[in-house]
């Protein structure tokens, strides 16, 4: 489907996308209400739910912002007592960061809400749809990381 079928008449598909992106990210933000934790709070848990402990630098590096602010996504999940900070035992110059038991509970409750969205935002595409937008959105964000 074309931007100009989806009803917009004088939308190109730039628009049309950033249009999808703004009301992705509003559903977003009202899913993480319930914790009062940012979207970019919640990339972290996810990250550290994958990957489990790392440094602070390997994090910004997972989460492709600069180290000042992994710092203070990384202090406002430690004040909600989400994650903590611990000694690396091998460099006693670098810090730790690991999940919670609450904030493991909480990457559960937010990883259920956030497919709960998916369904609801996603719901109206045939499975071929989705599978064809996934594999879409996929090759685009392969191009952009070989760039």
Do not use: C, Y
Not at 52 to 78: F, H, N, Y
Not at 121 to 134: K, Q, V, W, Y
Not at 135 to 144: C, D, E, F, H, S
């Amino acid at each position: 489907m074309t931007a100009q079928q989806g009803g917009e008449e004088d939308e190109s598909l730039p628009e049309a996308f950033w249009g999808v992106a703004r009301q992705l990210r509003h559903l977003s933000r009202e899913t993480l209400q319930p914790w009062e934790v940012t979207p970019g709070q919640a990339r972290a848990v996810h990250v550290l739910t994958r990957h489990g402990v790392m440094r602070l630098s390997e994090l910004a590096e997972r989460l492709r912002i600069v180290p000042r602010s992994t710092t203070e996504v990384v202090d406002s999940l430690q004040e909600r007592g989400l994650v903590e900070r611990r000694p690396d035992p091998h460099d006693r110059r670098a810090t730790l960061v690991a999940l919670t038991e609450e904030g493991a509970k909480v990457a559960v409750a937010i990883r259920w809400a956030r497919d709960a969205e998916a369904e609801r935002f996603f719901g109206g595409l045939s499975e071929p749809d989705r599978d064809h937008l996934a594999r879409i959105l996929n090759q685009l964000r392969g191009q952009a990381r070989a760039d």
